[in-house]
């Protein structure tokens, strides 16, 4: 057998059980030559491109012609690309919320990547949940991998103002609920806020993904940022597929890469660029397939002493296309620099120290601030405990109002989405901007999947009047766009009988930040007798994965990932070894 590979490299990984190998191999061989390959490739390595290009995703319009570019660095670096599909996630193409099929998409990732024959791959992505879906899987297959997302859009222009997806349409419709924008404005507003390929414009959850995927060293340096249809994006594909034949000659594995060390510097880039509230999710599901905790007490801890450096939307006023000319990731982390793991193993075969050791040769700092002259004093996240939280909640406070920041509140409460839809702009609703919102029902578990519905709109009767922040809580999340003083993620959640779920009209509340606390303030007679009385609001999905999610997937604290695929559910899985890299085979830093 002289051409098609040999068992346990290139198409001979993995064969299809026949109960005879070399039946197997030969079988292989003949189909792959159906598809009009020669003996000469059929031999080399193969790199697995995964594909999430969908026309339910916007986001990920232009990943076929990224694909195109990742072949050619395949090709010219000795390998075989082969590309394959697996399920992609549009953000706002799901009901009901893309999370729910967060962890499918992983289980897909992760199966494919294990059981067809590839010595490394690409993993294609962008939009929200796709790269956390795209590194989770990676991380439990363990297949020597490279991320590339797909790149922001470019903000547009309208009218005079510069405008991009999507802090910019929370905006609009803020504005248009307020009664200070016509249909027919709120309709032009809306053809013009996302005019090209690729990922929301500012820093929401997938620029924060790629920001993180970058930070983990899954990425290649200076990727993170470059807008989708920038050339820049192309080269960095033809870079990354050359990347993944050095893995499949030397494997760097995800295992190698994500440790309790890179996940710390990701938490560091993540307060330092104002980043997504869906980061903690994510980045805490990622490091579970590794056995690595993410601890929202250490979060505070690093909060503490990690100002925010980065002036983007929606705690600052640019875009992520400014960030990739201000300097990108990498300006941000070669000012964290003194706080960071630089020994850090990235997928390049470079310690992170090694990949910052080249200075830039410009950073733009209006956009990336020096450590000294910071954006704001702490980090754009904050973890909140108390009775109403016992597991631990999110405040971005870098997108509050620090007026809010230490406040007692009535609590206005809803006990569902129907709930809130119905009543939240009801002329009689009994409200005044000092209480507090409060969403129940919201969660991991509920039948609404932890929506994007933690930003709570305020009444449109107090819209009308002129308030546009006031305290908002919930077992939900809230888009990475949003902005405002919201306490998301509150655990245990209300569907499970959490603290949340006792919670009536006409209780005090107190948040603290000072304090890093959200307290019900009910004595506990009473919350025992409210206990005694509750009932879950609605029983399981009946069948399917919607089955299989709602039995399986856990809080928050634990990246509402699913309790059998975190790493100590799969330390049984056997791998290949994992040989040394060779530092011959060291891919050059782009940046440089």
Known sequence: MTDGGQAGRGLGRGLTQYGDADFS???RRSF??????SGEL??????????TSSGFNNCHRGLPELAEAVKRGVLA??????EFPTISLGEVFLHPTSLVYRNLMAMDTEEMLRAQPMDAAVLLGGCDKTVPAQLMGAASADVPSVMLVAGPMMPTSFRGERLGACTDCRRFWAQYRAGKLASGEIEAVEGNLATTAGTCAVMGTASTMAAIAEALGMALPGSAAIPAVHADRLRAGEASGRLAVALAANPIRPSDVITAKSVENALRVLLAIGGSTN??????AIAGRVGVEVSLARLNELSDSTPVLVDLKPTGQHYMADLFAAGGVGAVLRELAHLLHLDALTVTGEALGERLAAPLSYVDRDI????SEPHQPQGGLVALFGSLAPGGAILKRSAADPALFEKEGRAVVFASLEDLAARIDAPDLDVTADDFLVLQNAGPKSNSGMPEAGYLPIPAKLARAGVKDMVRISDARMSGTAYGTIVLHVTPEATLGGPLALVRNGDRIRLSVRERRIDLLVDEAELARRRAAWRPAAGPP??????LYFEHVLQADQGCDFDFLRAQASASVNRDPKPAPDPESRIPNPES
Not at 32 to 37: L, Y
Not at 368 to 371: A, I, K
């Open 542 to 547: 009946v069948r399917g994965y919607r089955r």
């Open 77 to 82: 670096a000795g390998g075989l690309p082969l």
């Open 368 to 371: 990336v601030r020096p450590f």
């Open 25 to 27: 191999l030969y079988l």
């Open 279 to 284: 980061a903690i999710l994510h980045l805490a």
């Open 42 to 51: 059929l031999a080399r390595p193969v790199v697995g491109i995964a594909q």
């Open 32 to 37: 792959a030559r159906s598809m009009g390959f």
